[in-house]
């Protein structure tokens, strides 16, 4: 118990300290890049200033990254609120294998959108055709969004056999 | 669940091998006289300021967590394995699970303290360089910390699991 009580400190302070910090930024940001367009250029580094690229599409691509950094924090509030049920001792709450379930998908289309959004930037920004077959952050969390979708199913197993366990006399 | 568990062993497989692929690389192109030595030490460190004996002492710490980290990877192969095999709750699992734990977390920390050796002696602006491999070695010691509370909830459906079998 004292490993989980670690992990959800750290996932605190992770949230805490940056996650919230985030959210208010990329709202701030949403609004802002629409008001002063050549502030992409600042934040998004994929995105040039040299590129004669016009606004709206830096703005799409702005929206885009914003939604996907969105939905990674959201990944890690379910993450947060699952770890609560370790912590009331119900690891094999329906609840549990459900958030295991929508970290694993949401984790992947996050690492796919990031693969597809980062090559079609590069192409229409920097005019570069580039494919990563390295070790990508994108390709990280595709692998880690498999893996709660395994652990999801393997969960749902432990939560038969618990149920038939507590109905047995 | 099979064709989860497939595609999941398959980029697993995938990591690892690219993984040791540039691992290998950076070695190679090391004792080549790769990039990847720097021109000076910025700041003396508790091994003095000899360029050569600082950055191979980094170098050797550095192969040495890659090595864990390959080996972690191959551990939760084992792992898939076992889980293909629709094995889920043996004590074998368990043990993999908390090898697989110790060693990110092992990862992390020697992650955490390789950086700070290198940014420290090597690099002029030691915060902003240590802000990218800090998140990534806390992402790491998360998901250390994460398989060790699943091994031990594994524990507990290995117990239940037991009871299960062993009532007629």
């Given at each position: 118990?004292?490993k989980l009580i670690i992990l959800k400190s750290l996932v605190d302070f992770i949230w805490i300290v940056s996650c919230i910090p985030l959210i208010g930024l990329s709202l701030f940001f949403l609004v802002?890049?629409f008001i002063n367009p050549n502030s992409i250029d600042l934040v998004f580094e994929g995105i040039t200033k040299d590129s004669e690229t016009p606004n709206y599409t830096k703005q799409l691509f702005g ?107 | ?37 720097p021109r000076e030490v910025i700041r003396a460190s508790f091994l003095g300021n000899h360029l050569a004996i600082n950055f191979y002492s980094y170098f050797m710490l550095d192969v040495i967590k890659d ?102």
């Open positions: 118990m004292r802002y890049m929206i885009v990254y914003i939604g996907i950094g969105l939905i990674s924090i959201y990944c890690l509030f379910i993450f947060r609120k699952t770890l609560r049920y370790f912590q009331q001792v119900k690891p094999f709450h329906t609840n549990v294998i459900n958030n295991f379930y929508k970290i694993g998908y949401l984790l992947i289309i996050v690492g796919t959108a990031g693969t597809v959004v980062t090559f079609i930037s590069r192409l229409l920004f920097k005019e570069e055709f580039k494919i990563s077959f390295g070790l990508t952050p994108h390709f990280i969390l595709i692998c880690l969004g498999l893996f709660f979708m395994v652990l999801s199913e393997v969960f749902k197993v432990a939560k038969y056999a618990k149920e038939e366990n507590d109905l047995t006399i | 669940m099979k064709t989860k568990l497939n595609i999941f062993r398959i980029a697993l497989v995938l990591f690892a091998i690219v993984y040791m692929l540039l691992v290998l690389f950076y070695i190679i192109a090391t004792f080549t006289g790769g990039h990847t030595v090595g864990l980290m390959i080996y972690a990877l191959i551990v939760l192969l084992k792992v898939t394995d076992q889980f293909i095999k629709e094995r889920y709750f043996t004590p074998k699992i368990i043990n993999l699970m908390r090898i697989a734990g110790l060693l990110f977390i092992g990862v992390a920390f020697l992650g955490i303290l390789i950086s700070i050796f290198y940014h420290t002696t090597f690099s002029e602006h030691v915060i902003e360089s240590l802000l990218l491999p800090g998140m990534i070695h806390f992402m790491t010691l998360i998901i250390g910390l994460g398989l060790l509370v699943i091994e031990e909830t594994y524990h507990k459906g290995f117990i239940i699991k037991t009871e299960n079998d062993l009532t007629i």
